[in-house]
């Protein structure tokens, strides 16, 4: 079993930067992968990133491509979401998920091919 926890999440302005945290306990995230979802009020939970462990695969969402970064620290089992540029239509809680396996690009987006998933953090961009 993985338990994830999000954290870093708050309050900024448009054109801030703010950097995610996914943490999981419960087993390293060795041959995973790992994604960001992301849900506004009012709206679907949508894919944001993902990356496979060994770093041989990642990929975004068309609205986030070249704002957003998603990476990995290995000793600290832990998934971060360098986010710049926020705008206000970025304002959503962000999930963290993971499933025990790699992804193909094509599914890495897909919600249901992930096991785990975090609590969220929430991220509001005022303008």
């Known amino acids: 079993q993985v338990q994830l926890v999000e954290s870093g999440g708050g309050l900024v302005q448009v054109g801030d930067s703010l950097r995610l945290s996914c943490v999981g306990s419960g087993r390293t995230f060795s041959g995973s992968t790992v994604g960001w979802f992301r849900q506004a009020p009012g709206k679907q939970r949508e894919f944001v990133a993902a990356?496979?462990?060994?770093?041989?695969?990642?990929r975004y969402a068309d609205s986030v491509k070249g704002r957003f970064t998603i990476s990995r620290e290995v000793p600290k089992n832990t998934v971060y979401l360098q986010m710049s540029g926020l705008k206000p239509e970025d304002t959503a809680n962000y999930y963290c998920a993971a499933t025990n396996r790699y992804l193909i690009s094509s599914t890495m987006a897909l919600m249901g091919e992930y096991n785990y998933w975090g609590q969220g953090t929430q991220v509001t961009v005022s303008s």
């Open positions: 990356l496979r462990w060994n770093l041989s695969n990642t």
